[in-house]
C-alpha cells in the first residue's frame, strides 16, 4: 500500500530481520514481526555475499508490488558505511517512499 510495506533484511549469515512498516512521509513507525514469514538464504562468495528471499504470494494482497532494494557495506564500524540501492533515495534513509518504485 502507498504508506504500509515491509523492510525485509537479510545479513551475511543469514539472519533474517523482518519489520511492518506505516510511513505516511511525515510519521514512521515500525514493527518487528516476531513470526517471520519469509525465507532467505545467504551465500558469502569470496568477499561478498548473495541472497536468495522468498515471499509467500500471500501476505502480499496486491496485483501491483513496488520494490526497492538496498545494501549497507561497513569497512569495521558505522562512522565507515556505504549505502547502494537500485533506485538511490540520494538521503540519509532508505524510507522514502517516492523511491519504492
Do not use: W
Not at 539472519?15 to 517471520?36: M, R, W, Y
Request: one cysteine or more.
Amino acid at each position: 500500500e502507498k504508506d504500509h510495506y515491509y523492510e525485509i533484511e537479510v545479513a551475511p549469515n543469514g539472519a533474517i530481520f523482518l519489520s511492518d512498516i506505516e510511513n505516511d512521509g511525515k510519521s514512521f513507525k515500525g514493527t518487528l514481526i516476531e513470526k517471520c514469514f519469509i525465507k532467505a538464504k545467504a551465500k558469502i562468495k569470496n568477499n561478498r555475499y548473495i541472497v536468495k528471499i522468498k515471499i509467500p504470494k500471500e501476505m502480499i494482497p496486491t496485483q501491483f508490488v513496488k520494490f526497492n532494494a538496498f545494501r549497507i557495506e561497513t569497512d569495521g564500524g558505522k562512522e565507515n558505511a556505504h549505502l547502494f540501492a537500485l533506485h538511490p533515495t540520494l538521503s540519509g534513509t532508505f524510507h522514502k517512499l517516492e523511491y519504492i518504485i
